[in-house]
């Protein structure tokens, strides 16, 4: 009787880790199917604030451009308040912060490129580094070798 007992309890332990990684699965599944989802976490950029109205109207245009359909606004707002922290801006307008409006998104690309193509083109960043053939000297330190007289 306990090898049974001792069986059915192995079995359960691998039932229950089997029904944990799906459990892990569908989460993952679900998270790669949340159009509203994807689309905040794309956006997401410390210190920008955007206004509710402006992000759904750009989740729309982005969902237009991969041929999906766009979620309803109340969905999107859910979610949004779930990633999100949000405040009121007069007139009770709703303004989500850390994430970026098309308009903006699109300023932070550009400039994202520009730095890309100035790093390129002073690969080494030799901004900092002194005027070519000039070698700097290594300071003394104190107790150093420099610092020791011959006798």
């Given at each position: 009787m306990s090898h049974r007992i001792g069986t059915f309890n192995t079995l359960e332990s691998e039932v229950l880790d089997i029904l944990s990684c799906l459990i892990e699965a569908l989460r993952d599944y679900r998270k790669a199917q949340n159009l509203a989802?994807?689309?905040?976490?794309?956006?997401r950029i410390a210190c920008e604030e955007c206004e509710a109205k402006t992000l759904y109207c750009d989740y729309q245009q982005w969902c237009r451009e991969?041929?999906?359909?766009?979620t309803t606004r109340t969905a999107f707002e859910r979610e949004a308040m779930k990633l999100?922290?949000?405040?009121?801006?007069?007139?009770?307008?709703?303004v989500y912060?850390?994430?970026?409006?098309s308009e903006r998104w699109e300023e932070i690309n550009e400039q994202a490129e520009?730095?890309?193509i100035?790093?390129?083109s002073d690969p080494l960043n030799c901004s900092d580094?002194?005027?070519?053939?000039?070698?700097?000297?290594p300071k003394a330190t104190p107790g150093?070798?420099?610092?020791?007289?011959?006798?």
């Open positions: 989802y994807l689309f905040i976490q794309s956006r991969r041929g999906e359909a766009p999100l922290e949000m405040r009121y801006k007069g007139a009770g307008r709703i912060l850390d994430v970026a409006g520009r730095d890309l100035e790093a390129e580094c002194p005027p070519s053939g000039v070698v700097e000297q150093g070798p420099e610092s020791k007289t011959a006798k």
